[in-house]
């Protein structure tokens, strides 16, 4: 059975990233989606910069849409590599760290988590600990 990312699923993730980003003293925008790429849930802490908003909601889609982190898509998408210009496709994809696919048991994607407003670093670890939030079993 396929684990499904309802609204109560996406608020487990939004909260684990938002403690993880008080933990870090950085404040984010943290944008969790369904498989189809389609917005569940969304904050923005207090000081976190206003543009990433967009980022982190276009990471978040970026990751349930191409099944993959932003991270690892960047690589695929430089210069020379196989998806090389992919970030124009859908819509404007983000190819740098800080989305990340919620991955069921069975391997399909129930949904992203996308971060945004620190380093990149920074974006991966609270994404990261957002994704370890979504259960892989019903």
Known sequence: MTVRLDLAGARRV???ALDRAVEIGRPMNVAVVDGGGHLLAFARQDGAKLGSIDIAIRKA??????ATTT???????????????VQVTNGGLVIFGGGIPL?????????????????????????????DAFPAEP
């Open 103 to 131: 991955t069921a048991a069975d391997g399909e994607i129930a949904g992203a988590i996308g971060v945004s407003a620190g380093t990149v670093e920074q974006d991966i670890t609270v994404a990261r600990a957002g994704a």
């Open 61 to 66: 889609r970026t990751a349930a849409l191409m």
């Open 14 to 16: 939004l909260d684990a």
């Open 71 to 85: 991270e690892d898509l960047g690589t695929s998408a430089a210069p020379g590599g196989p998806l090389f210009g």
